[in-house]
């Protein structure tokens, strides 16, 4: 498996598909990350246009969309494995010089369920496709990509700035590009197992 480093850098291929699984937050949590993106765009970016980021990523792999339907039965079989769990997003770090993002207080769920995925990996190499990449640090950001002019600016903002908001992750999500410059689509959601199902 790839380490999380490489996690931002796939390379296009005519056969591969570019898939993702994602946390993605409640309404209440996603309308505190609209105003906080908001605020970012009004204080360090007017005028331009803004795309913020609403999930919290897993794993990512490239894969040949015939693969699809066995990636997804075993995705499903995992999740219901796990129970589902709580998520705090509490502060703001940062990763030099490009992104903003939210801290999750215990990443250790996400974290298991990626570890999960392994098994998913050698299937993934057998058919020729790259390794599978799984999340060392899961976490939330509000902004990515910036220049280092703005990172500068607003890292020293965001220092100063607070934010706390906890919400109940059910289900994840699979999404899924086929090219580089494509929106992501979502592909499947996988129901996490119930105290009641899972005794």
């Known amino acids: 498996m790839r380490n999380a ?4 850098g796939f390379a296009a291929h005519a056969e591969w598909v570019d898939y993702e699984l994602v946390v993605i937050p409640d309404e209440a949590t996603n309308e505190s990350l609209r105003s906080e993106q908001q605020f970012f765009q009004e204080s360090f970016m007017p005028g331009n246009n803004f795309t913020g980021h609403s999930h919290i990523s897993i794993a990512r792999f490239q894969a040949k969309e015939i693969m699809e339907e066995t990636l997804v039965r075993w995705i499903k079989n995992i999740c219901l494995l796990h129970k589902g769990f709580e998520i705090r997003l509490n502060n703001f770090s940062s990763v030099p010089p490009h992104t903003i993002y939210l801290r999750i207080l215990d990443p250790m ?4 369920i990626g570890n999960q995925l392994k098994m998913i990996s050698s299937f993934i190499e057998s058919n020729n496709c790259p390794p599978l990449t799984i999340s060392s640090k899961p976490h ?49 959601s996988f129901r996490l197992a119930t105290t009641a199902t899972n005794q």
């Open 140 to 188: 939330l950001a509000i902004v990515s990509g910036l220049s280092e002019g703005i990172y500068e600016k607003a890292v020293k903002e965001y220092a100063q700035r607070s934010f706390s908001q906890c919400f109940t992750v059910e289900k994840l999500v699979l999404l899924k590009r086929e090219g580089l410059y494509d929106t992501s689509r979502v592909v499947s």
């Open 109 to 112: 769920p996400i974290i298991h």
């Open 5 to 8: 480093k490489e996690f931002a």
